[in-house]
């Protein structure tokens, strides 16, 4: 469809792509999510913790119940910002993790090397994750040793991501 200096692309009676009259290049189906953190309080030491996530828009309704689920087989951009508060010096370490059926990314720092408890902590985390149709992706935390005190910031914590090639 070319209408008003813009060529549309159609499938089933739906516009599945377009390009403007500027070349800009719009997928409104293309797989895409990004999701924010609800908060958690004082996560348990040794411990993996699920990370509850809330949507913020997800193209395909693809994210569901904290796991983002690929529609097709392709490469997926994953992101990861996990903001935490009152991270203890005693710890070994807090670790951060996008879990994928086919394989699990870490981002890792040792908190023990700091003279005092951490107010604030952000890691982050970015990967080109390879996934079939029907794959998975989610989010783990896990605080080691020290005491339970660590929490999740609700609104400056997300997790996103969308369909590459």
């Known amino acids: 469809n070319n209408s008003a200096g813009n060529l549309g692309f159609f499938t089933n009676n739906a516009e599945r792509m377009t390009i403007d009259s500027t070349g ?11 999701a924010t953190g609800a908060g958690q309080n004082n996560l348990a030491v040794s411990t993996t913790v699920t990370l509850a996530l809330t949507e ?13 689920t690929a529609p097709v087989t392709g490469k997926y951009q994953l992101n990861l910002l996990l903001y935490v508060m009152d991270v203890d010096s005693s710890s070994s370490y807090i670790e951060a993790l996008v879990v994928t059926s086919n394989r ?3 981002c890792i720092i ?3 090397g700091f003279d005092q408890d951490l107010a604030y902590l952000t890691l982050a985390l970015n990967v080109l994750a390879d996934m079939d149709a029907n794959d998975t992706a989610y989010v783990w935390v896990r605080p080691e040793g020290g005491t339970q005190q660590t929490d999740i910031h609700q609104a400056n914590t997300h997790f996103s991501g969308y369909l590459v090639c």
């Not at 800009?24 to 990004?34: D, H, L, N, R, Y």
């Open 24 to 34: 800009a290049v719009t997928m409104p189906s293309q797989p895409a999510f990004q």
């Open 104 to 106: 699990t990314y870490p």
């Open 110 to 112: 040792s908190s023990n």
């Open 56 to 68: 913020r828009f997800d193209n395909n309704a693809d994210f569901s119940s904290n796991t983002f």
